[in-house]
């Protein structure tokens, strides 16, 4: 069971959460300098390792266990039109995950991770946030639990996803509830709204901002997010408190671990992001979380979808800082 059963809890394991190795980390640059290539030739693939090194505590490690969890709930702001799709459509998407149907199937089997799946009371959505809080304490304390245990800590690498219709709608509630400016900069077409859908969003959006003001990133969790949400932010903070790198995926998980970062400062340390998603606010969240994309191929798929794809860019990154010679191994001169 997770060490914790609350908010303050949660909030307790994050500010206590340890940091990456400095003397793995430290080994791993002297290392960088010391292969045979140009300096810098590799670009941000020789940060990318040495920040991977340091959180495994191993200046040459390995990527050899992924994991992938895509998480799934249902939210009551969907009944206002918010999306191209009917709610059923997250039920039906994670029957199409465990039949092995879906991209992110395809995308885990090429990255040779293992892909879990958890639906979160599908047949209870959360309730509308223009009306009250999407979530009561406790029911966000138990999707965030779920997230918790969802995290093997065998895994040395992680990407969590999700599945839920209505939840870009959740994320930009989140995003601007955190971060300011207006509704409309953070709503965005989603699953494909047309402009009456986009303007029901933003409207929406304003209307749960309004509502529901102040607090920190796991009270605005609750009261805009939803379970899947939630779900990915336990997962996150679990890996954060095991040392397991995380690669964030779009605007709905960056939206997810925003919860986090706005709670405790440092708890996305541990936390690359893996693309830059076509839905449009994806960069501006970006930014506020000081995060540079590592691919950028117009995707907005979610489940996981570019976080997946990103993990060969993590694994390339780290088989060339641990596999390559150094100029004395090759017997290459150094200059």
């Given at each position: 069971?997770?060490?914790?059963?609350?908010?303050?809890?949660?909030?307790?394991?994050?500010?206590?959460?340890?940091?990456?190795d400095a003397?793995?980390?430290?080994?791993?640059?002297?290392?960088?300098?010391?292969?045979?290539?140009?300096?810098?030739?590799?670009?941000?693939?020789?940060?990318l390792?040495?920040?991977?090194?340091?959180?495994?505590?191993?200046?040459?490690?390995?990527?050899?266990?992924?994991q992938?969890?895509i998480?799934?709930?249902?939210?009551?702001?969907?009944?206002?039109?918010?999306?191209?799709?009917?709610?059923e459509?997250?039920?039906?998407?994670?029957?199409?995950?465990?039949?092995?149907?879906?991209?992110?199937?395809?995308?885990?089997?090429?990255?040779?991770?293992?892909?879990?799946?958890?639906?979160?009371?599908?047949?209870?959505?959360?309730?509308?946030?223009?009306?009250?809080p999407?979530?009561?304490?406790?029911?966000?304390?138990?999707?965030?639990?779920?997230?918790?245990?969802?995290?093997?800590?065998?895994?040395?690498?992680?990407?969590?996803?999700?599945?839920?219709?209505?939840?870009?709608?959740?994320?930009?509630?989140?995003?601007?509830?955190?971060?300011?400016?207006?509704?409309?900069?953070?709503?965005?077409?989603?699953?494909?709204?047309?402009?009456?859908?986009?303007?029901?969003?933003?409207?929406?959006?304003?209307?749960?901002?309004?509502?529901?003001?102040?607090?920190?990133?796991?009270?605005?969790?609750a009261?805009?997010?939803?379970?899947?949400?939630?779900?990915?932010?336990?997962?996150?903070?679990?890996?954060?408190?095991?040392?397991?790198?995380?690669?964030?995926?779009?605007?709905?998980?960056?939206?997810?671990?925003?919860?986090?970062?706005?709670?405790?400062?440092?708890?996305?340390?541990?936390?690359?992001?893996?693309?830059?998603?076509?839905?449009?606010?994806?960069?501006?969240?970006?930014?506020?979380?000081?995060?540079?994309?590592?691919?950028?191929?117009?995707?907005?798929?979610?489940?996981?979808?570019?976080?997946?794809?990103?993990?060969?860019?993590?694994?390339?990154?780290?088989?060339?800082?641990?596999?390559?010679?150094?100029?004395?191994?090759?017997?290459?001169?150094?200059?």
């Amino acid at each position: 069971m997770p060490d914790f059963d609350d908010f303050e809890g949660l909030r307790a394991l994050l500010s206590a959460a340890p940091a990456a190795d400095a003397q793995a980390q430290a080994a791993a640059r002297e290392r960088n300098t010391q292969l045979t290539k140009p300096p810098a030739a590799l670009g941000r693939l020789e940060d990318l390792a040495i920040w991977y090194a340091g959180w495994r505590g191993n200046p040459r490690p390995a990527v050899s266990s992924p994991q992938i969890i895509i998480f799934a709930g249902n939210h009551g702001v969907a009944a206002q039109g918010v999306s191209a799709f009917p709610a059923e459509v997250t039920a039906q998407m994670v029957l199409n995950f465990q039949a092995g149907g879906a991209a992110i199937n395809q995308l885990a089997q090429v990255a040779g991770a293992r892909l879990d799946v958890h639906a979160l009371d599908l047949d209870r959505p959360t309730a509308d946030f223009t009306h009250g809080p999407a979530m009561s304490e406790a029911d966000c304390v138990i999707a965030l639990q779920t997230g918790w245990d969802a995290v093997d800590p065998a895994s040395d690498l992680l990407v969590v996803g999700e599945m839920g219709i209505g939840n870009t709608t959740s994320a930009a509630a989140i995003a601007c509830a955190l971060f300011g400016g207006d509704a409309a900069d953070w709503a965005g077409r989603g699953t494909g709204v047309d402009d009456a859908g986009l303007a029901t969003k933003a409207r929406v959006v304003d209307e749960g901002v309004q509502r529901h003001r102040g607090g920190d990133g796991l009270e605005t969790l609750a009261r805009l997010g939803g379970r899947e949400l939630a779900a990915m932010a336990g997962a996150i903070a679990r890996a954060r408190t095991e040392r397991i790198p995380v690669i964030l995926d779009g605007f709905i998980c960056s939206a997810a671990a925003a919860c986090l970062a706005q709670t405790e400062g440092r708890a996305l340390e541990h936390c690359v992001a893996g693309h830059l998603s076509a839905e449009g606010a994806h960069g501006r969240l970006l930014a506020a979380l000081n995060k540079t994309p590592l691919l950028s191929l117009d995707m907005r798929l979610g489940e996981g979808s570019g976080a997946a794809l990103a993990i060969q860019v993590v694994k390339a990154a780290v088989a060339c800082h641990s596999g390559m010679a150094t100029f004395s191994e090759a017997g290459v001169a150094d200059g």
